[in-house]
């Protein structure tokens, strides 16, 4: 079956510009969740949202950044007025409802930002 | 709080020797922890995870991990390792009373060596 999947692959952008990334999930997954992979780092948590619930925003790093998603599919990833330091793979996941911290997350391919 | 600590930002190995990349973890309760590979230019793939019902887990690829509570290590083992095997590695923590976003650490370089 189908992954998650994310687009664009690929997205330069000028410094100040705004910017859109796009997350497909497994279709019947209720959680998703948002990533940032700076070069040679770990993935630093950013979004998550589940269901009908509130979204958890505590990984947002400035107000630049803000998330969607409609209902339990597409969700939007918008940074606005980039900086070069927003250059990273911006990371999708989603899983069923996690009712414990040991459901599995599936992850997109990515998002590979980069700010000139 | 949680987090994750890999105490190897490189391993190199060469083919058919045994590998073992190190994780240590910090966790207010109980944690759930995986191992994820990340091979150049695709997605995360899941290893394996510790979930409470085994010490010892075997995931895919001839990977296992051994949780270890009194020293907070989850290393993860190959007894001989393939080219294939070449890649980046994520030690991860869950916490389930939070927030069920992932920690991952900062990641371990695995290269092998004909």
């Known amino acids: 079956g189908a992954g998650v999947s994310q687009s664009p692959s690929n997205k330069v952008t000028e410094k100040g510009k705004d910017v859109e990334l796009r997350c497909d999930p497994i279709?019947?997954?209720?959680?998703l969740y948002w990533y940032r992979q700076r070069l040679g780092q770990g993935l630093e948590f950013l979004i998550y949202?589940?269901?009908?619930?509130?979204?958890?925003k505590s990984g947002l790093p400035s107000d630049r950044f803000s998330a969607e998603r409609t209902g339990e599919s597409v969700s939007t990833l918008t940074i606005q007025r980039t900086q070069q330091e927003d250059s990273a793979v911006y990371l999708c996941?989603?899983?069923?409802?996690?009712?414990?911290?040991?459901?599995?997350?599936?992850f997109g391919p990515g998002t590979r930002l980069t700010v000139t | 709080a949680q987090s994750v600590t890999q105490l190897d930002s490189h391993v190199s190995v060469s083919e058919g020797t045994p590998v073992l990349l190190r994780c240590n973890y910090s966790?207010?309760?109980?944690?759930?922890l995986f191992w994820y590979v990340q091979h150049p230019n695709k997605g995360l793939q899941l290893l394996l995870k510790?979930?409470?019902?085994?010490?010892l887990v075997k995931g895919i690829n001839g990977f296992e991990a051994e949780f270890k509570k009194s020293e907070t290590s989850f290393h993860l083992t190959k007894p001989s390792a393939h080219m294939s095997d070449a890649a980046e590695y994520f030690c991860?923590?869950?916490?389930?009373?939070?927030?069920?976003?992932?920690?991952f650490g900062s990641g371990t370089r695995l290269q092998v060596q004909p």
């Open positions: 949202f589940q269901g009908n619930s509130a979204p958890d």
């Open positions: 279709s019947g997954h209720t959680a």
């Open positions: 510790y979930t409470s019902a085994a010490t």
């Open positions: 991860v923590v869950s916490d389930p009373a939070g927030r069920r976003a992932l920690t």
């Open positions: 996941a989603s899983s069923l409802e996690p009712t414990s911290g040991a459901v599995r997350q599936y």
């Open positions: 966790s207010s309760y109980s944690p759930s």
